[in-house]
């Protein structure tokens, strides 16, 4: 398991999750609520997120699967004081149609899918 102990206090009081891709021009940033994800809940070092738009984020996955989130929260304890963040990597994709998809719309009904990532290291920051 790589979500667990310090990395999943920081995933369960991250405000917000960075998201990044590789485009055809480079690192492409979207973002996701912290609440979402725990509203889905973590299982197997799974999470998935709903998405609303993330159609270039879709393009992406499609040609580079790797994928790289970040999230922190002030309110825990990091190795150098308050304060914590993990960069999580791993593989990702967009499903549009599947029990997935039907699990999230029944907590989003506006997400058009469900961006679904396979965590595989964590790393602290701070
Ligand atoms: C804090 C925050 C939370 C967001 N949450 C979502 C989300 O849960 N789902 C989603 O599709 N877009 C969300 N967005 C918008 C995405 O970051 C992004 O701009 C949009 O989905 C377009 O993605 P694309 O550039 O891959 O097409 C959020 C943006 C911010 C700033």
Redesign the pocket.
């Known amino acids: 398991m790589i979500l667990e102990g310090n990395c999943l206090e920081v995933l369960e009081a991250t405000e917000?999750v960075t998201?990044v891709t590789m485009g055809p021009d480079g690192p492409?940033v979207?973002?996701?609520?912290g609440d979402?994800i725990r509203k889905l809940g973590v299982k197997d070092d799974r999470l998935s997120?709903?998405?609303?738009?993330?159609?270039?984020?879709?393009e992406n996955l499609k040609r580079d699967s790797r994928i790289q989130l970040l999230v922190a929260a002030r309110q825990v304890q990091g190795r150098m004081g308050p304060g914590q963040g993990y960069e999580l990597s791993g593989t990702g994709t967009i499903l549009t149609e599947g029990d997935e998809v039907d699990r999230v719309r029944g907590s989003f009904p506006w997400a058009r899918g469900a961006l679904v990532i396979d965590v595989e290291k964590a790393e602290a920051q701070l």
Do not use: K, L, Q, S
């Not at 979207?30 to 609520?33: S, Y």
């Not at 997120?49 to 879709?58: L, M, N, Q, S, V």
């Open positions: 917000f998201i492409h979207v973002a996701t609520w979402y997120i709903p998405a609303g738009w993330y159609f270039d984020t879709e």
